[in-house]
């Protein structure tokens, strides 16, 4: 069938590859999906990917054309497309429900967030001093696999303690890579457990808000209330689910 052609679109990576090494796939900034086909819907209403929660990333590595390694991408990157991927799929308008009302936004006006490019001169790796107790610490913006592996922990934590739910602990455990100086595992998991106020703790995740890569997945409902968020699940990728 090589007489068939599939179109195919560049989408730019909120990060612009800035966070990825030399020899990534992804250091471009840029990558090449195909339009989603039936091939891809076949994955959509596969059951054992929608109870495994994995169906959407499954679709997503489906109409990637680039060569990458899609665990190394940067949360913010991976919204970009699966942003990408819905309008290649379906078409920019979106209709959902919010407030008991159907609201309707237009994909394709979704923008990355502007960034600071100074900020990204070493890579995937960043400093910050807890303005509280004054720790220096370095850091890390989550990518796919950190995020496979924070669900996974949390599932085991789960199994010994069902009433347990430490994802915002967790979660700084893998994104804090050093404690003055110290970037021993245990150490940084002492610290979060044991040191890290809550006020430097949001401190903290305020400013990774503000400085991660990402696209603006919120829009203004018609009801004139604040900003709200874009609701993301199946019905995003297939609007007649």
């Known amino acids: 069938m090589s007489e068939f052609k599939l179109p195919t679109e560049i989408v730019e990576l909120p990060s612009k590859g800035l966070l990825y090494p030399e020899e990534s796939g992804l ?26 929660g994995t169906v959407l990333d499954k679709v997503m590595q ?9 665990n190394s991408l940067l949360v913010g990157d991976k919204n970009a497309i699966m942003v990408a991927a819905r309008i290649l799929g379906y078409g ?16 394709s006006e979704i923008q990355n967030k502007e960034l600071d490019d100074s900020l990204f001169q070493n890579g ?8 509280h107790t004054q720790n220096h610490i370095t850091f890390k913006l989550l990518t796919h696999k950190d995020e496979k592996d924070i669900s996974r922990e949390l599932e085991g934590l789960k199994k010994i303690n069902k009433n347990s739910s430490p994802e915002l ?8 890579t050093s404690v003055e100086g110290k970037t021993e595992k245990k150490d940084i998991r002492e610290f979060v457990d044991n040191y890290l106020l809550a006020k430097d703790s949001r401190a903290l995740r305020e400013y990774i808000k503000e400085i991660q890569p990402d696209v603006d997945l919120t829009f203004f409902p018609d009801d004139g209330s604040s900003r709200a968020n874009i609701p993301v699940g199946l019905k995003f990728f297939w609007p007649d689910l």
């Open 27 to 52: 250091k471009s900034g840029k990558i090449e999906m195909k339009y989603m086909t039936a091939k891809e819907e076949d994955i959509l209403t596969n059951q054992s990917y929608i109870s495994k």
């Open 62 to 70: 489906s109409l990637i054309v680039s060569k990458i390694d899609y």
């Open 92 to 107: 920019s308008e979106y209709t959902f429900e919010y407030s008991g009302k159907d609201e309707t936004v237009d994909l």
């Open 124 to 131: 995937n790796k960043f400093e910050f001093t807890l303005p």
């Open 169 to 176: 602990s967790t979660r700084l455990k893998y994104i804090i």
